[in-house]
């Protein structure tokens, strides 16, 4: 939130404290008139003396309801800044994540280009594969597990039916085509497979 609008938020709060302290000097002063005629007089409230005091209270509920929906526009004026800002900036956390991954791979590619050993190059690409899994697991992302599984629509995505396999293998995934993932139990990617039937 901006000095601007922290400062214009400070000004509403402090006209709308006095016009409640005003209102509720006037209620006050009309009850004390209210009172004060009921023990002079001994008698019951005038009509003059009653609509005073309705005046009054109706005067004060006025001003404790500019003061809710004060607060209420307040709050959704900053509801709506941090929303913002989180579908903005959101992503900072797993971008920043993810740039250790990025480094590595920036240092492989040279490497990989002079490297006359094909098995240690191959082994630096996985080490940062690895690494890459890991920083995914941190932020809650899981590959779907698909070797062996039997087939389900919630997690695969059937491509392709290869005939002829034996029994124990129908409806259970042969291969996996394109790996799936899934964010803290909900399905990010599909897992493509083909199935036995």
């Known amino acids: ?6 400062y214009k938020e400070n000004v509403e709060t402090t006209e709308a404290t006095e ?12 009850i004390e008139a209210t009172e004060g005629t009921e023990a002079t007089e001994g008698t019951e409230p005038t009509v003059e003396d009653k609509l005073a005091a309705a005046e009054a209270e109706i005067a004060d509920l006025k001003d404790k309801l500019l003061r809710k929906v004060a607060e209420f526009e307040n709050y959704r004026k900053r509801v709506i800044a941090e929303k913002t800002d989180l579908i ?12 250790p991954v990025l480094d590595d791979l920036e240092r492989a590619l040279p490497n990989i280009k002079k490297a006359t050993d094909v098995e240690a190059a191959a082994e630096g690409v996985e080490l940062i594969h690895q690494k890459f899994l890991k920083v995914l697991e941190g932020m809650g992302v899981k590959p779907i597990e698909t070797e062996g599984a039997d087939f389900n ?10 005939p002829g396999v034996p029994d124990e293998q129908k409806g259970r995934v042969i291969d996996c ?18 199935v036995g039937m």
């Open 1 to 6: 939130m901006d000095k601007n609008t922290e």
């Open 19 to 30: 016009a409640t302290e005003a209102t509720e000097t006037q209620a006050t002063e009309a």
């Open 88 to 99: 903005l900036n959101g992503s900072q956390t797993a971008v920043k994540a993810i740039l």
């Open 153 to 162: 629509v919630e997690l695969h995505e059937a491509i392709a039916q290869v």
């Open 177 to 194: 085509v394109e790996r799936g993932y899934m964010l803290n139990d909900k399905v990010l990617r599909y897992a493509k497979v083909a």
